[in-house]
């Protein structure tokens, strides 16, 4: 059995280290000393998702290693934010893209998944059962209004208004800086995360048109209890944005994100019937196949490695 990408260590996140292969297994060269080298073996059967950080080497023998044992490796930002590139091993399985595709694909799937999206920022009682996604939209926009207000009012603020100027970037206030700095390293570890279960970030449910609908979806899941505190206690930083990066990354210890990140993913994916029942679907994250799979439309899976000429061998 493969282990889950929920599990306490599915997620390692390494720095300022070599990562090599020795006789005994894959192993973190750490270097304490001008003439001492210490070595942490690093539990590849027991990883789902290894991430390195910008001061990390890796060899190709540790790289197969950790593919064959099924563990995907993500080049991410200091801290674990920002994923730079992902590398997906042969063995994890498309169970969870077929789910997003299927429900992307299909119109009245995507709509329920948007609407569960929303409907995970808002207390279950607030939300009537014939809800339009427009209204949902509308909804979303109030509470993130009223939230900029009590932030700016707790922090004695004046009036806050959301705004990102890329090309006017320093001429923005120290909240909006903070922002958008904490939401980029969101973006990673959402980005991460995605890459994990081996989920495409360009297939959105809410946003369209980017190769990172899917990441801003799932982000904005968290940003009421995660980016928006940090960015507003940050208004009167002279460093917003490394102030930002920083308290993020220390933030995440407490906050456990990435499991919550994997379980809601799920729950999203799931038929609302399935994920209603417990005993109704296969909610594991890795699959343990043996071969590659033929699709029929009509049969469904068939065997691949056959001929299938008509009279052939």
């Known amino acids: 059995m493969l282990p889950r990408v929920a599990d306490s260590l599915s997620f390692l996140y390494l720095d300022m280290v070599r990562v090599v292969q020795d006789d005994t297994g894959v ?19 027991a990883l789902s998702c290894l991430l390195l950080g910008p001061g990390v080497s890796i060899t190709t023998p540790a790289l197969t290693t950790l593919a064959r044992h099924g563990t995907s490796v993500v080049c991410t930002g200091a801290g674990g934010v920002r994923a730079y590139a992902g590398i997906l091993p042969d063995s994890l399985t498309t169970h969870w ?27 279950a009682t607030e939300l009537p059962d014939a809800i339009t996604l427009e209204q949902l939209r509308g909804m979303e926009g ?3 209004k009223a ?29 909006n800086l903070a922002l958008s700095a904490a939401n980029t390293c969101l973006y990673g570890i959402v980005h991460a995360a995605l890459l994990a279960l081996g989920l495409s970030p360009a ?13 801003y979806d799932i982000a904005d899941l968290y940003k009421a209890e995660t980016t928006l505190p940090l960015a507003f206690a940050l208004h009167q930083s002279t460093n917003p944005e490394q102030e930002a990066r920083r308290r993020f990354r220390e933030d995440l210890r407490l906050l456990r994100l990435l499991p919550r990140i994997v ?10 019937q399935i994920d209603a029942d417990p005993d109704g679907g296969d909610r594991s994250e890795r699959r343990d196949v043996d071969m590659v799979h033929l699709w029929d439309p009509k049969a469904g899976v068939l065997p691949a490695g056959v001929n299938y000429a008509s009279g052939g061998t």
């Open 27 to 45: 192993c973190a060269q750490i270097q304490v000393a001008h003439d001492r080298t210490d070595l942490v073996y690093l539990p590849t059967a």
């Open 97 to 123: 893209l077929e789910q997003q595709v299927t429900a992307w694909a299909e119109p009245a799937r995507r709509l329920d998944v948007a609407r569960r999206m929303y409907g995970m920022r808002f207390d």
């Open 142 to 144: 109030q509470r993130m």
């Open 147 to 175: 939230l900029y207000k009590i932030l700016a009012q707790q922090h004695g603020i004046g009036r806050f208004r959301r705004a990102y100027h890329p090309d006017q970037w320093h001429a923005q206030d120290p909240v």
């Open 203 to 215: 297939l959105g449910f809410v946003h369209a048109g980017t190769q990172h609908a899917f990441v």
């Open 263 to 272: 379980h809601d993913l799920q729950a999203l994916l799931t038929p609302a």
